[in-house]
């Protein structure tokens, strides 16, 4: 059997089991357990019961000890306190599920598979075609690719889906801006260049909004060119299709540089929706969902109004006839239920979009395309504030690019990781590569460590800092782990359950055996920052391990050597396996 129920989970259903056997009309009962300092666990579940049922709680403590199984699981239990259980775990059984972990064969560390997961669409990554990318976007990407790691990981199907701006009146401005300055796309270099493609695009973005701004005989032709582009005009569209291409030549550029994969069959914009838009109004409209008002087609709610207290609709058809950015998110659910199977559509997104997300969900839920057995969530995040506490700008009061961003970061880490190469024996190669990983995780890693929904600050100095809740610590754990391995020369990793564990040891082994609990939890909240905050922990074990702890020392007997080589190897895999969830590399040498 591969999967490994952890001890917290064994010693829950033992506990649960005792306490009806104690107490059979007590129904089922919770015990609980919790991590507790006294003791490795304590149960606190008893008192309430004891109370419910109008009984003395100590006394119904006892009881319930008396009736746990006689096994190897427990070394030590006794009631303390009004009725609390306080519960001591055998070295023994924590080694021994530390080695079946270990031992699993799939090498997931002994993490179920959810056995009834299903199918989750989700939306991330969601740039705008013919503009630069801002640190919102970064969000969505770090976060979204953490969430797809994780969920496939726990056994999910995921469906990756890019729903990027690539269709709207801007386009009609931009087409005709290239009819009239044929060549005006065509950037010097190489063609794969992003960062040509995107100042290509920026050039052409702003000259034709000042042509726009400025001359109404060719804002009346861009919005024929609208027109011509929602009407499927062949050699409009051609023209449109130059524009989405040259972006994705960007967008790939920056996430190559956030060392994340995006794949072309994933991209699906706002126009790939453009077929369904014309239905899914007619649908709302003969459901009654929507109704005409002032010439608009609108979906209303009695809990959203406006500062004059009337209801504020969401417009699915303009007055002039047009569809925005609802009907396609209206049309995309429709796709992703109907054609995609999802029952989970998961939309990782500014915050600062809730509202229409709000008006979106609960539109389609009245059309039932959302029901009990299909649920849409939005992952909502917060603002990237700069030091000063605003939002991430530059001093010129611009978004910052986030190729600048990145590469700052990997300047600053590469300065970092040059500082210990020598002792290390780093290559320059090998250099440049770690300093990549380290500040391209450092982004990641305070991106994800703080519950998303909550503004961070962007702060390059405490992000690169080998002190504290960051990835690069976490990074120099893995490694110096490795070096150990690397140094035990023919000392292997080996479990000894018949050896007694130091303090260090058996905390460091508990919450070890907790990362297929936080896993599940994570999965199911959509909350990476608990699986960062576990992992920095285990870092944290792992230090006053170090502390109280010799592994190679030569006073050690071999089969502690090899005990505490298996537990340092074990930490080292799922730091591995945690970070490399969050989308972050842990090199092997740093
Ligand atoms: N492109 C949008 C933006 O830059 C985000 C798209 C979010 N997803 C969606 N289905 N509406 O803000």
Not at 254 to 283: H, P, Q
Not at 402 to 412: G, I, Q, S, Y
Not at 443 to 470: C, E, I, N, P, W
Not at 564 to 587: N, S
Request: negative net charge; contains cysteine; proline residues 4%.
């Amino acid at each position: 059997m591969a999967s490994v129920p952890s001890l917290a989970s064994t010693l829950q259903q033992q506990l649960a089991d005792a306490l009806t056997a104690a107490l059979p009309d007590a129904g089922t009962a919770d015990p609980l357990l919790r991590r507790s300092d006294r003791a490795d666990f304590q149960a606190n579940g008893i008192l309430a019961l004891a109370k419910k049922l109008k009984g003395n709680p100590r006394e119904l403590a006892g009881q319930v000890t008396a009736a746990l199984p006689a096994g190897e699981l427990i070394q030590d239990i006794e009631v303390s306190g009004p009725g609390f259980l306080n519960i001591t775990l055998a070295d023994k059984a924590i080694v021994e599920t530390l080695a079946a972990r270990a031992a699993d064969p799939e090498g997931r560390l002994g993490v179920p598979v959810d056995a009834a997961a299903g199918t989750t669409v989700i939306d991330y990554a969601q740039p705008n075609v013919a503009k630069e990318m801002h640190v919102g976007h970064l969000r969505s990407a770090v976060i979204g690719d953490a969430m797809v790691r994780i969920l496939e990981f726990t056994g999910e199907s995921v469906v990756r889906r890019h729903h990027i701006g690539d269709w709207g009146t801007q386009f009609g401005m931009l087409i005709q801006y290239l009819i009239e300055h044929p060549g005006a796309l065509t950037h010097e270099g190489d063609a794969a260049d992003g960062e040509a493609a995107m100042s290509t695009l920026n050039r052409v973005y702003k000259a034709s909004r000042a042509l726009f701004d400025s001359d109404e005989d060719f804002k009346a032709r861009s919005r024929d060119r609208v027109v011509a582009l929602q009407a499927g005009d062949p050699e409009t569209l051609e023209l449109w299709q130059g524009f989405v291409d040259e972006s994705k030549i960007y967008f790939h550029s920056v996430f190559d540089k956030l060392d994340m994969e995006i794949r072309d069959a994933d991209i699906v914009g706002e126009s790939g929706y453009n077929d369904m838009l014309e239905e899914t109004c007619r649908i709302l409209e003969e459901t009654g969902v929507a109704v005409r008002s002032e010439g608009a087609l609108c979906v209303f709610f009695d809990d959203v109004l406006g500062p004059d207290g009337n209801k504020v609709p969401l417009i699915v058809k303009k007055t002039n006839g047009g569809y925005g950015y609802a009907a396609t998110d209206l049309s995309a659910i429709r796709n992703r239920v109907q054609e995609l199977k999802a029952d989970t559509l998961l939309y990782v997104v500014d915050a600062r979009q809730s509202l229409h997300f709000r008006m979106v969900f609960e539109t389609a839920r009245r059309a039932g395309w959302l029901n009990e057995d299909v649920q849409a969530v939005q992952l909502a995040f917060g603002t990237v504030l700069g030091k000063d506490g605003k939002p991430f700008k530059t001093r010129e009061g611009e978004t910052v690019r986030l190729e600048d961003l990145l590469d700052e970061a990997v300047e600053r880490a590469t300065a970092v990781v040059r500082e210990k190469a020598e002792k290390v024996g780093l290559s320059e190669d090998e250099i440049v590569e770690n300093g990549r990983y380290v500040g391209v995780g450092a982004v990641k890693y305070a991106d994800l460590s703080t519950s998303a929904v909550r503004d961070y600050k962007f702060d390059l100095d405490q992000m690169v800092s080998l002190h504290g809740d960051t990835s690069v610590y976490l990074q120099y754990a893995y490694a110096r782990i490795r070096s150990i391995l690397r140094k035990a020369g023919d000392a292997v990793p080996a479990a000894h359950p018949e050896l007694a564990l130091a303090p260090a040891e058996r905390a460091l082994g508990l919450h070890l055996d907790q990362f297929g609990e936080v896993l599940s939890e994570v999965a199911s909240g959509y909350e990476p920052h608990k699986l960062a905050a576990y992992l920095y922990q285990l870092a944290s074990h792992l230090t006053t391990f170090y502390d109280q702890c010799q592994v190679l020392s030569p006073d050690n007997a071999p089969e502690v050597v090899e005990n505490r080589l298996f537990l340092v190897e074990l930490t080292a895999r799922t730091l591995h396996q945690g970070m490399a969830l969050l989308g972050i590399r842990t090199p092997e040498r740093l």
